[in-house]
């Protein structure tokens, strides 16, 4: 069983949460003003351009963000199956005509994987991001190197002890356990093998007992009580995604926002007729035609090119049912008010959104437009972050917990985190900013520290698992 904190600890956090990298719904704001509130800010990059992900890097930096962590798709290259492609648009073609455009004649890949990337590595190694996050697999162990010489921390999603004891042996700082609850993209290495579907808590547990490395729980935490039951369960830190969608620093739009918190966010969907893999959302017009149909998809990220489309041409004729609105299980009732801090709802949402956003403003990208109220990063995000540690038994330094968050759902989930047994390594992640003083400095733990020593003896300081 590994330390609380291992390597994770020198990012010297104040609060045990990590803002989802929730490509596409994430923004530069919202990673600054959840750096600022103690927290760990994420940008997901798995659907930007280099220069697209340079830019939102060096934005978030400029609003604050310090640390933060960046995400990358390393997903296998797709298996082309022309004739495959054709049957599922000509499938798509009644849908399309709904709205008036024609289907596209051909798809294509509309992004590429990190593990495929040579110049998004270049980039990154260049703007030296404290922390570097791997979907789907890992990139070849060069650039894992490459990495890991710039200092970045390095962490990656398991769905399974399997994946995570392969990312162990890779070199990984930490493992991200992300549950069958998550919203978004599964991590599954092979999305054609089987998946053992297991809760976020019992993952949890599992890696927490077999791993020599730090867990970071993920899926379904939609409030203070569902992250304190996490860290009790053995995660070191907690990765929270739908639980931000409703901040004012989102990228996400108002149909997302309103089916969040609406009867569709009571109700989420895996599937993999949206983009080729499974996913979870919420339910829509889309989902429901897909139902059944998901073994015709063609590979991902290749069925993502069709929905993006089909979306576009959806939103152009007024239907904003058609999206791909990526959320976990219960982030209805875990979802804050629309413009201002949500309260739980949490999803390894990596994969959410394509390049345009599906469901999503793109205007907003970037970050330099927040919202029609603030243009400091900060608030919302702030009281979100600060909000659910605050519920889950953390001491964060600075807690501008709002009133309607303190009278919906303090009481309860800060007794349920009372009665939580969080070890006080665990506890002590929260308190102090000061590098020098806190136990979040800790170092390796001595199995961790030979493993590591041992690994490089041997040559397998990393490798590609994707």
Not at 41 to 46: F, N, P, Q, V
Not at 213 to 218: G, H, K, Q, T
Not at 284 to 293: D, H, I, L, M, Y
Request: glycine share 14%; net charge positive.
């Amino acid at each position: 069983m590994a330390e609380t904190q291992g390597a994770l600890g020198r990012l010297a956090l104040r609060l045990p949460i990590i803002q989802a990298p929730m490509a596409d719904v994430s923004t530069p704001a919202l990673a600054a003003a959840v750096s600022q509130a103690g927290g760990l800010g994420s940008l997901g990059l798995g659907a930007a351009t280099v220069e697209e992900a340079r830019e939102m890097i060096r934005a978030a930096r400029r609003l604050g963000a310090q640390p933060l962590n960046v995400n990358l798709f390393c997903h296998r290259p797709p298996v082309r199956d022309p004739a495959r492609e054709a049957a599922w648009l000509e499938r798509l073609t009644p849908l399309f005509e709904r709205f008036g455009p024609e289907p596209p004649r051909t798809l294509g890949v509309p992004y590429v994987s990190f593990a495929d990337d040579a110049p998004m590595a270049e980039m990154l190694v260049e703007e030296r991001p404290e922390v570097v996050s791997f979907h789907f697999g890992l990139p070849p162990a060069l650039v894992l190197e490459a990495l890991r010489d710039t200092g970045a921390r390095l962490i990656a999603s398991a769905t399974s002890l399997q994946e995570a004891l392969a990312l162990q042996a890779a070199g990984m700082d930490a493992v991200i356990a992300q549950g069958i609850e998550a919203g978004g993209h599964r991590g599954i290495f092979a999305p054609e093998g089987p998946d053992e579907g297991l809760p976020t808590l019992d993952l949890t547990r599992t890696l927490a007992e077999r791993l020599e490395l730090p867990v970071i729980a993920a899926g379904g935490l939609m409030s203070g009580a569902d992250v304190a039951r996490a860290l009790a369960a053995g995660a070191a830190l907690a990765q929270l995604g739908t639980a931000f969608i409703a901040c004012e620093e989102s990228a996400a739009d108002a149909a997302c926002r309103a089916a969040l918190t609406g009867p569709e966010g009571r109700a989420t969907r895996l599937t993999r007729a949206l983009s080729g893999r499974p996913a979870r959302c919420l339910g829509n017009g889309f989902v429901t035609w897909a139902e059944g149909q998901e073994a015709a998809a063609p590979d991902y990220p290749v069925a993502y090119d069709a929905g993006k489309a089909l979306f576009a041409a959806a939103k152009a004729a007024g239907e904003t049912g058609f999206a791909a609105q990526w959320a976990g299980q219960g982030g209805a009732t875990g979802a804050g008010p629309s413009g201002g801090r949500a309260d739980g709802g949490a999803g390894t949402r990596a994969g959410g959104g394509a390049r345009r956003g599906l469901g999503h403003s793109p205007a907003r990208r970037t970050g330099t437009r927040l919202s029609g109220r603030t243009r400091t990063a900060g608030r919302a995000g702030v009281a979100s972050v600060s909000a659910v540690a605050s519920s889950s038994g953390a001491t964060p330094t600075r807690s501008p917990v709002s009133a309607a968050w303190a009278t919906g759902v303090a009481g309860g989930a800060s007794q349920s985190a009372r009665a939580s047994s969080i070890t006080p390594e665990t506890r002590a992640l929260t308190r102090g900013s000061d590098s020098s003083t806190s136990s979040m400095n800790a170092p390796h733990s001595t199995n961790r520290t030979r493993m590591v020593q041992r690994n490089r003896r041997e040559g397998r300081r990393g490798g590609g698992v994707s």
